[in-house]
């Protein structure tokens, strides 16, 4: 846990992470996806290695799952399966604000 506390606060510290509010955001299509993240869908072959991470419980996660699988340099998981090396793995983290309040919970919780 102290791990990913650290790489965490690295990545916040180095302005890596973006907050993305996932209800009013819902993507249906790759080329949507792609502009979120990296301007436009052919910047996604050179942009930055891009982790979205959910919530458990986020109601978007299936269709950001479904039209981030085909963007060869972004991934997505859920907060449940987050850990280091994922995060150590990309240059930028999405996390959704259901995402970043479970991480939150789950980091205040373990440090009491």
């Known amino acids: 846990r102290a791990a990913l506390v650290a790489v965490l606060a690295d990545r916040f510290g ?3 992470i973006t907050l993305l509010d996932a209800a009013t955001f819902e993507p249906s299509k790759t080329a949507e996806c792609a502009a979120l993240l990296f ?3 052919k910047a996604q072959r050179k942009g930055p290695r891009t982790l979205i991470v959910t919530g458990r419980r986020d109601a978007s ?3 950001l799952r479904r ?3 085909n963007l060869s340099r972004a991934a997505i998981t859920d907060c449940g399966a987050l850990d280091v090396k994922d995060v150590l793995g ?7 604000t259901a995402a970043y309040d479970e991480i939150v919970a789950a980091l205040t919780k373990s440090t009491r």
Not at 90 to 96: M, Q
């Open 67 to 69: 039209t981030v699988r």
């Open 14 to 16: 180095h302005d890596a």
């Open 90 to 96: 990309c240059e930028r983290l999405i996390l959704t």
């Open 61 to 63: 996660a299936a269709s």
């Open 39 to 41: 301007g436009e869908r």
